[in-house]
């Protein structure tokens, strides 16, 4: 099994990292492994709030990545807030082979999610700057899609700095979709927590 993974992360190695942690978990492990623990820094309380600012894409584009790091170590020399980066993949076969149309999720060609999570201490509020870098990244990487399209981003991430249609669908009858069973099967206005349709 070792030996059929290399095939997979031999370019991940070749990057030479800075630093490596091996180890096996369970499934239940794998956030504390990924950093996102209730108790790891981008969940834990006393680190105070977050927002994400996350997109969606089809393929890495290496040289913007490149710009990105670059980016990343401005922040650094300029004491901003840190930002956290997020890079998820998951599976995809799945879901791509289900017809977009027949469905509520608008993203079915987005392969990769990115995310950039500032934070601040529970005292201090927002912190602009932190903000405006993850606004400034993400822009970085929206520039980079080939073939260029609309921002997009996965609803349970979205926090409202995008309209409406970068979640759930640029297509107009997506958007009328959600109204009408909106309409139909929420008649008092009970469901209304996150990234609301009304």
């Given at each position: 099994?070792?030996?059929?993974?290399?095939?997979?992360?031999?370019?991940?190695?070749?990057?030479?990292?800075?630093?490596?942690q091996?180890f096996?978990?369970?499934y239940?492990?794998?956030?504390?492994?990924?950093?996102t623990?209730l108790?790891?820094p981008?969940c834990?309380?006393?680190?105070?709030p977050?927002?994400?600012?996350?997109?969606?894409?089809?393929?890495?584009n290496?040289?913007?990545f490149?710009q990105?790091?670059?980016?990343?170590?401005?922040?650094a020399?300029h004491?901003?807030?840190p930002?956290?980066v997020m890079?998820?993949?998951?599976?995809?076969?799945?879901v791509?082979?289900v017809d977009?149309?027949?469905?509520?999720?608008?993203?079915?060609?987005?392969?990769?999610l990115i995310?950039?999570?500032?934070?601040?201490?529970?005292?201090s509020g927002?912190?602009?700057?932190?903000?405006d870098?993850a606004?400034?990244?993400?822009?970085?990487?929206?520039?980079?899609?080939v073939?260029?399209?609309?921002l997009?981003?996965?609803?349970?991430?979205a926090?409202?700095?995008?309209?409406?249609?970068?979640?759930?669908?640029?297509?107009?009858?997506?958007?009328?979709?959600?109204?009408?069973l909106?309409?139909?099967?929420?008649?008092?206005?009970?469901?209304?927590?996150y990234?609301?349709?009304?």
């Amino acid at each position: 099994m070792a030996k059929e993974a290399e095939l997979y992360t031999k370019l991940f190695w070749d990057l030479g990292p800075v630093s490596v942690q091996n180890f096996s978990t369970s499934y239940a492990g794998i956030f504390y492994a990924a950093g996102t623990g209730l108790n790891d820094p981008v969940c834990h309380e006393p680190l105070g709030p977050s927002y994400l600012f996350p997109m969606g894409f089809q393929t890495y584009n290496v040289p913007v990545f490149g710009q990105l790091f670059k980016l990343r170590q401005s922040q650094a020399e300029h004491h901003i807030q840190p930002v956290h980066v997020m890079l998820e993949g998951y599976s995809l076969k799945a879901v791509k082979v289900v017809d977009p149309a027949s469905t509520a999720f608008a993203h079915r060609d987005d392969n990769i999610l990115i995310g950039f999570l500032p934070k601040w201490p529970n005292d201090s509020g927002p912190d602009r700057e932190a903000e405006d870098w993850a606004k400034q990244a993400r822009a970085l990487v929206q520039s980079g899609i080939v073939p260029p399209h609309p921002l997009s981003t996965y609803v349970s991430y979205a926090h409202g700095d995008k309209p409406l249609e970068a979640i759930y669908g640029y297509m107009p009858w997506r958007l009328e979709k959600q109204w009408r069973l909106k309409r139909e099967y929420d008649l008092d206005f009970q469901i209304r927590f996150y990234n609301l349709v009304q």
